[in-house]
């Protein structure tokens, strides 16, 4: 028992497995509306195929159960972490922003910007989970 919380051993015991089924998501999530993103604004319109649709959304959500399942192993409490809160307060963000360059946006233009804005965030997000820093890899320039 960590705390108050009954952790089975068996997830405990899988934690660093999750860990890099997490992370191997995370990139292959990334590298999935990368690719996508990047097509559509070259007029490209695979993209957008249903099987394709399906697979990102299948890419996503195993990579929230798994993330969850990460923080469960750990009987981690996600609101003491200030790190974890700008991940999470991040994530609705990146969506909007991705959503908006997969469909909602107008034209090309539009469509490059919120795919653009859209992978800058996803880094950021990513940098903020390899420092566990607020300010990700830009605290260290911080001071």
Do not use: C
Not at 27 to 56: E, N, T
Not at 72 to 93: C, I, R
Request: hydrophobic share 60%.
């Amino acid at each position: 028992m960590r705390g108050r919380l009954l952790i089975p051993m068996a997830l405990t015991e899988h934690y660093f497995a999750l860990k890099h089924a997490h992370v191997g998501l995370v990139y292959l999530s990334g590298s999935l509306f990368a690719l996508r993103g990047g097509a559509l604004a070259a007029g490209a319109r695979w993209p957008m195929a249903v099987p394709l649709r399906i697979a990102a959304v299948a890419v996503d959500t195993a990579l929230v159960t798994a993330a969850l399942l990460v923080l469960a192993s750990l009987a981690f409490q996600p609101l003491a972490a200030p790190w974890l809160w700008v991940k999470l307060a991040l994530l609705p963000v990146y969506v909007a922003l991705g959503t908006y360059a997969l469909k909602r946006a107008r034209n090309r233009t539009q469509r490059v910007a919120g795919w653009l804005l859209a992978l800058a965030v996803f880094g950021f997000m990513i940098s903020v989970a390899r420092a566990h820093h607020p300010l990700g890899l830009l605290h260290t320039l911080a001071g």
